[in-house]
């Protein structure tokens, strides 16, 4: 589920629509989570589909570590990539803001943490990284790992409004990794393993 202080809103042609902050949101705050509405689809379901279904699968799904395609019931589906995104994903099938967000401002992830099937040119934004690469999380987990632990330890002191989703021992880590009793497992946990 996105963060309830979001909307669906036409970007620009390029692009398509996207996800917009309706408010501020801070650094550390929850943006989505995984949650029992949202659907998988093992390889083996999505070879057997029709190609139309397979297609929007591929639009609009990331895939986790598994190899199952999860498709995001709400606007969560709509969250655009950006090489300089606001929002990391976590080994907890959650995400957060690694930075302020601020009122109209998209939520962007880097779709090199989502197990891509196949290689894509992103929007040119100044960067150094021009493509996503389907082993992006094997090269770049030691720098996502650090811009998320930036921000861990604001969970548990910010407005969460999505706190109700996440399970209390879970929550409890959260809170053990924020204090330093605990470390914070990689994001390299969500690296797919394609089988040859």
């Given at each position: 589920?996105?963060?309830?202080?979001?909307?669906?809103?036409?970007?620009?042609?390029?692009?398509?629509?996207?996800?917009?902050?309706?408010?501020?949101?801070?650094?550390?705050?929850?943006?989505?989570?995984?949650?029992?509405?949202?659907?998988?689809?093992?390889?083996?379901?999505?070879?057997?589909?029709?190609?139309?279904?397979?297609?929007?699968?591929?639009?609009?799904?990331?895939?986790?570590?598994?190899?199952?395609?999860?498709?995001?019931?709400?606007?969560?589906?709509?969250?655009?990539?950006?090489?300089?995104?606001?929002?990391?994903?976590?080994?907890?099938?959650?995400?957060?803001?690694?930075?302020?967000?601020?009122?109209?401002?998209?939520?962007?992830?880097?779709?090199?943490?989502?197990?891509?099937?196949?290689?894509?040119?992103?929007?040119?934004?100044?960067?150094?990284?021009?493509?996503?690469?389907?082993?992006?999380?094997?090269?770049?987990?030691?720098?996502?790992?650090?811009?998320?632990?930036?921000?861990?330890?604001?969970?548990?002191?910010?407005?969460?409004?999505?706190r109700v989703l996440i399970k209390d021992d879970l929550w409890n880590k959260i809170e053990r990794i924020a204090s330093g009793k605990e470390e914070m497992d990689s994001i390299l946990n969500n690296y797919y393993i394609e089988k040859t």
């Amino acid at each position: 589920m996105i963060h309830p202080k979001t909307e669906l809103k036409f970007i620009n042609k390029e692009i398509g629509y996207g996800v917009v902050a309706t408010e501020f949101i801070p650094a550390g705050t929850i943006t989505w989570v995984l949650d029992q509405l949202d659907r998988d689809f093992s390889p083996e379901a999505f070879n057997a589909m029709d190609p139309i279904y397979k297609t929007i699968l591929d639009t609009y799904s990331y895939r986790n570590n598994k190899g199952n395609f999860v498709l995001c019931w709400d606007n969560g589906r709509f969250v655009n990539h950006s090489f300089n995104s606001n929002c990391f994903t976590t080994a907890y099938d959650f995400e957060i803001a690694i930075r302020d967000i601020q009122p109209g401002e998209q939520l962007t992830d880097d779709y090199g943490y989502l197990n891509i099937t196949e290689p894509f040119e992103g929007v040119d934004e100044g960067t150094e990284r021009r493509i996503v690469y389907p082993d992006d999380l094997l090269n770049f987990h030691k720098i996502w790992d650090q811009q998320i632990l930036n921000v861990f330890g604001k969970i548990p002191f910010n407005e969460q409004p999505l706190r109700v989703l996440i399970k209390d021992d879970l929550w409890n880590k959260i809170e053990r990794i924020a204090s330093g009793k605990e470390e914070m497992d990689s994001i390299l946990n969500n690296y797919y393993i394609e089988k040859t």
